[in-house]
């Protein structure tokens, strides 16, 4: 009997936009035996209260992540190089609109 | 272990879009260094122990995660964390998604004999979305390598519990109120504070699910007040049926704390915010004003507001009835377990129906690609 259950319908990670001029974001996973099955039952279970106007569904096993951990030294390169953010300037007080 | 469900897209609790824009709008006077702050600390004990590519020593990582903790920041799927920190997870979210699996049963039996097309269509909406939330947590389990289809076996083989509430019948209507009221009702003092619980995707969950258990509540409430306003039989009925829900409700709660040996662990993990006795007491001053309101007698004769306090006073559950419930001698339990094995049994053509036809499409679609 185990062997049935474990004849299992593949991880699907869901995204849902909320409204147009949104992202989609990730709101969690499912199970699914194909895309088609995926997309309904995404439907049935993280929008039925309205909460989104478009649903993307991934095959868990296709998706790359970056890093195992956050104080991975993945993200170093972005970590010294302050001059990307705007407050790095030093710009007089009576300089308009900028 | 497998690779589990994943999530994307975050930072430290947070939507990454979020945690972008507090790196962005750092403060003026830290213009010249990126100075560390809650979104970069992690950084800082990564320069303290090891910018190598290999793994930091395991005291190394147990200090990460202790100062994540600590800093009251989310623990997410893919950082490492205490065996006993991620069993303790999986026992108490399986559990979780179980209770509300197991909870759609006392309620499902009364769709088809609801009074009214109205009464139908909310109690069909209240119990879908206990499947819901079943699938929400179980999602959330699986972020911890726990794989759904074992988790069910599991509750199956009773190797895994659900909550003691659900073992208890629905003799009449006004059950089903009482029920959204007081059962919901303890859900949601439960559940509010597990919304900032330590691990993100049990959190997140939660947040999702306690939005939809105030319609639950409202929905249970307003049965009763509807039932009370009708017939004299009416009104006996829903007094019946608080009479006989209150104390399994407040024994949802679990054993008081000075019994509840494992909660002391899961409070300094943050898995937990409040004691077993706290939230019992919070539910109590919660749900009397609004007993008032319905005009109902909570059926406990030591129940009484205690001015010193500032809270109400209560009596003590029946432990003995819920440590027989919990091993499995409720009233209900054989039924609820058997009831769940059967339809999982017999909709196992559908799954393998499923599988089969997906398996299909597949080759056709390749076939049809080669052609």
Redesign the interface.
Known sequence: MSDTIKGDWPLYEVFVRGKRGLNHVHVGSLHAADDQMALTHARDLYTRRNEGVSIWVVRSEHIAASTRDEKDPFFEPSADKVYRHPTFYDIPDDVPHI | MR?G??????G?GQ?F?ITFGHR?????E?????EPNEW?V??L??MATT?S?EAPDRDGLQE?FDATIARDQRI?P???MPDGYRKTLIRQIAQHAHSEIIGMQPEGEWITKAPSLRRKAILF?KV??EA?HG??LY??A??LGA????L??RLIEGRQKYSSIFNYPTLSFADVGVIGWFVDGAAICNQVPLCRSSYG?YA??MVRICK?ESFHQRQGYELLLTMMRGTDAQRAMVQDAVDRWWWPSLMMFGPPDDASPNSAQSMAWKIKRHSNDELRQRFVDMTVPQADKLGVRLPDPELRWNEARGRHDFGTPDWDELKRVITGNGPCNDRRMERRRTAH?EG?WV??A??A??AK??ARAKDGAAA
Do not use: C, I, M
């Open positions: 690779f469900a994943q999530e994307f897209f975050r430290p939507p879009t962005v709008l750092l403060p003026r830290n213009h010249v260094t990126l970069s992690g950084k004990v990564s910018h590519a990460h997410e893919r950082d490492w909406a879908q979305d819901g699938l929400y999602s959330a699986e972020t794989d759904r289809a074992d069910t076996t995707p997140r969950a939809e049994e196992a799954r393998e499923a599988t036809h997906a499409q597949a």
